[in-house]
């Protein structure tokens, strides 16, 4: 069974860093895209950017670029969403998802995290 | 970037009747090598995850009902939910996953009346 396990909820101050996680399994998680999904109170889907945990290929939304930084670490399948200074306007829920794939390319979201709630309090 | 644009907002349904929920993207999602319309629909309920519900525009996710359909093509699509149930109540998002960044639709809710 393909799960993704993201971790728990954040409460950080303004400038603070912070580094979220999610783990996949039940799936080669090397061959597939993660990408996060950013979600802010009573808003929206706001697609962020992806990563290919085989080889760290990253891609970005241009309104996420520079903002946050996607990683990946293979041998543990765990992919990352990473902030250096947090601002209140991050506050949202941030979701990780599996990118289905195929040798001709990378779509849609097939299997979704639960959820990382991020609050940074103004 | 593909802007994606959905109407109605919301829009309230009485049990067993028809829903349904436009999307539009400002640019063609058709692929004309392999005919395929690159637009995904996910239903996200309360407190919950977003899940997959359609893909290629017509294609029903695995374990998905029956009810719940797909259409169009190009840059005109449709999500139909032929009788409604009370555990349809959600928020459907469309998807294009033509381009990157691979842009959602603001969203329809969807209650019951």
């Known amino acids: 069974e393909v799960q993704l396990v993201q971790s728990g909820t954040e409460v950080k101050k303004p400038g603070e860093s912070l580094k979220i996680s999610c783990k996949g399994s039940?799936?080669?998680?090397?061959?597939?895209?993660i990408g996060w999904v950013r979600q802010m109170p009573g808003k929206g889907l706001e697609w962020m950017g992806i990563i290919y945990p085989g080889d760290s290929d990253t891609r970005y939304s241009p309104s996420f670029q520079g903002q946050v930084t996607i990683s990946a670490d293979k041998s543990i399948n765990s992919a990352y969403l990473q902030w250096s200074s947090l601002k209140a306007s991050d506050t949202a829920m941030y979701y990780c998802a599996r990118q289905w794939s195929d040798s001709s390319g990378s779509f849609y979201f097939d299997y979704w995290g639960q959820g990382t709630l991020v609050t940074v309090p103004s | 970037d593909i802007v994606m644009t959905q109407s109605p907002d919301s829009l309230a349904v009485s049990l067993g009747e028809r829903a349904t929920i436009n999307c539009k993207s400002s640019?063609?999602?058709?692929?004309?090598?392999?005919?395929?319309?690159?637009l995904a629909w996910y239903q996200q309920r309360p407190g919950q995850p977003p899940k997959l519900l359609i893909y290629?525009?017509?294609t029903r996710e695995s374990g998905v009902p029956d009810r719940f359909s797909g259409s169009g093509s190009g840059t005109d699509f449709t999500l139909t939910i032929s009788s409604l149930q009370a555990e349809d109540v959600a928020v459907y998002y469309c998807q294009q996953y033509y381009n990157i960044p691979f842009t959602f639709g603001p969203g329809t809710k969807v209650d019951i009346k």
């Open positions: 039940g799936y080669s998680f090397s061959n597939y895209w």
């Open positions: 290629w525009a017509s």
């Open positions: 640019q063609s999602i058709l692929y004309s090598s392999n005919n395929k319309n690159y």
